[in-house]
């Protein structure tokens, strides 16, 4: 079969990847654009195949104006589509909602379902990209001037390798696929296992403890714990949580590396280059910490108290998410419905799973079960193969370096670590999670892999090698979903068009060490989330935007007037006019 030739591939048709597709035709109407998925449903974590029954947003609709969400494209309105004010949008709403964007912007028709990439290899001479979608007698090529990888980093679910598992004779999988199993669970089950402490987790216990099943959850005794579970109010203000992290003051409050382009730097500088400032931000996390803790009522009940973060608020970022049960899911902890435990599993056997004596009681826990769900976290690394061998580190993708194992020990890793705890020195004071740990095995490469993402504002390559032909969208993790895709849609859309200024005048030399630089301060930043695997932030979403817009000469300050700048929350109504904005001044340059 003959290579089909196109001008534009999106890979990916969630929320980033029909975002970049939409922002690509709107400023390029003729451009020959396909979006490969490899689901046969557009929405990413909101495609049909995942929408189990009771999921929904952690973001609710209407907080402060009834007729705008913070979960909704800054273009694109989710009121019509009936979301009750102050509620948690359900998933079926969403998937309606982006299937809605896509089609009334004219992605939908380029979508090609059920196309799933393998690799991608780049051709050096034409600076083009020759894809192969499928395998075996099914596979099809593309060659394509621009590559635009919009899979994330929550599209490969990652399930560990247990010891017996081969002779479990139940249902095992990975939360992602609970849609495929909960109707049979939940008519037939009488008891089932959750392994792992995310938020999928608690949505899987909530799931069957609201429908009468009994529900053994099991927490690594050396894994990182439960994370952080907000009601949708903290603070003794009682403000709700995600406005609080899109308030410019309260951003104040956490370092960040690309903390100029809001235009406060000096204010950061105070807050955590001196003495009483540094005071003041762990007197606030300090409060912020204590308050969840105390709303969740962990010390409450013997049980409860299993489920307390060992992970410090100040060092979490997308890990911290959000209450969003209709009932109170600590009573099915306290009533036991859920029983915790705190071991690990050390091997399965029919029906049957055998849990670890952590504290040497001398008794062995053996649990009987009719499933085994999994919530053990996603594989970062693309799930693409990218030719040449070896040119991961090029494109800032995870791979594995043998030659220097620690990558603290790279020369530019080092000046970078300097440059960040100089900065910042409160982030030298790294909090041990958990001295026991040991990491999860999967039985794969991404056991191995010993290099984090390192994109060039979280997006390009760090390198003039590709020539600004591919670009990834969406390998981050926030909880600024929307108003992120918008933004970082439309850099990429410049970059890619050759339109971005900063890429033409910086050097190979300063765009390799700015990705460094914000690489590494992950790793600093959110050691107790994934800050150490990819971009992973909460309060510093707000001056990430205004670096990306800075970068597109398009005003970062949103608001009108100095207050409204730093008291009032941003959200996308904030962010609707960028895309014409940036035309706007590009016509003018012509």
């Not at 979508?111 to 034409?126: C, G, M």
């Not at 296992?193 to 899987?204: I, L, R």
């Not at 050691?527 to 817009?549: E, K, Q, T």
């Amino acid at each position: 079969m003959a290579t089909e030739k196109v001008d534009v591939v999106v890979v990916g048709a969630g929320w980033y990847g029909l975002c970049a597709s939409k922002t690509y035709l709107q400023i390029n109407h003729e451009t020959n654009l396909v979006v490969l998925e490899e689901a046969s449903s557009a929405g990413g974590v909101w495609a049909k195949h995942r929408l189990y029954p009771g999921l929904k947003s952690n973001n609710q609709y209407g907080l402060y104006d009834p007729n705008i969400g913070t979960y909704e494209y800054p273009d694109f309105p989710m009121k019509p589509f009936g979301v009750t004010p102050g509620t948690h949008i359900p998933g079926e709403t969403i998937h309606e909602y982006l299937n809605a964007y896509a089609k009334k912007f004219n992605v939908y028709d380029k979508i090609r379902f059920n196309s799933r990439l393998s690799s991608a290899e780049y051709l050096a001479e034409s600076a083009q990209w020759l894809l192969t979608i499928g395998q075996g007698e099914a596979t099809k090529t593309i060659l394509t001037d621009k590559l635009i990888m919009a899979t994330g980093v929550t599209s490969e679910p990652f399930l560990p390798i247990l010891e017996g598992q081969e002779t479990f004779e139940r249902p095992l999988f990975h939360a992602k696929d609970l849609l495929q199993h909960s109707d049979e669970l939940l008519k037939n089950s009488k008891g089932v296992t959750v392994f792992g402490g995310s938020k999928s987790a608690w949505d899987a216990v909530y799931l069957f403890a609201s429908n009468g099943i009994k529900v053994n959850w099991v927490v690594r005794a050396k894994g990182t714990g439960f994370c952080w579970m907000s009601p949708p109010k903290v603070t003794p203000a009682k403000k709700w949580i995600e406005k609080l992290i899109t308030t410019r003051f309260l951003t104040w409050f956490s370092p960040c590396i690309w903390d100029g382009a809001d235009g406060y730097s000096g204010v950061r500088n105070f807050m955590h280059g001196t003495a009483l400032g540094r005071g003041i931000v762990d007197t606030f996390f300090g409060i912020l910490g204590s308050d969840v803790a105390a709303l969740n009522g962990y010390d409450n009940h013997p049980e409860t108290k299993k489920m307390k973060p060992l992970t410090e608020a100040f060092f979490i970022a997308s890990t911290l998410s959000i209450l969003n049960y209709p009932t109170d899911i600590f009573e099915y902890v306290r009533n036991g419905t859920v029983t915790v435990h705190i071991k690990d599993i050390v091997e399965l056997s029919a029906g049957k799973i055998h849990l670890s004596d952590p504290e040497n009681t001398g008794e062995n826990t053996v649990l009987e079960t009719d499933a085994l769900i999994c919530s053990t976290g996603w594989k970062y690394k693309p799930h693409v193969k990218f030719l040449p061998e070896g040119i991961e580190q090029d494109l800032g993708l995870p791979y594995v370096n043998k030659e220097i194992p620690d990558y603290a020990d790279e020369e530019i890793v080092k000046k970078a670590d300097a440059e960040i705890l100089k900065k910042y020195p409160r982030l030298a004071n790294q909090p041990t999670i958990n001295p026991n740990y040991e990491a999860l095995r999967g039985g794969s490469e991404h056991d191995e892999l010993n290099r984090p993402f390192r994109l060039w504002r979280l997006i390009a390559p760090p390198t003039k090698r590709f020539h600004n032909s591919i670009v990834f969208c969406g390998s981050l993790m926030n909880l600024d979903t929307s108003i992120t895709a918008h933004i970082q849609s439309l850099w990429a859309v410049a970059y890619l068009t050759n339109k971005l200024k900063p890429a033409e005048e910086k050097s190979e030399e300063d765009i390799k060490w700015e990705a460094t630089l914000w690489s590494r301060f992950g790793r600093w930043r959110t050691s107790g989330g994934f800050g150490r695997r990819y971009p992973d932030f909460v309060f510093d979403s707000i001056a990430y935007f205004s670096h990306l817009l800075k970068d597109l000469d398009v005003e970062p300050l949103r608001k009108a007037g100095i207050f409204s700048q730093v008291f009032y929350p941003y959200g996308p109504e904030d962010y609707t006019t960028v895309v014409d904005e940036w035309q706007e001044k590009e016509k003018n340059k012509a």
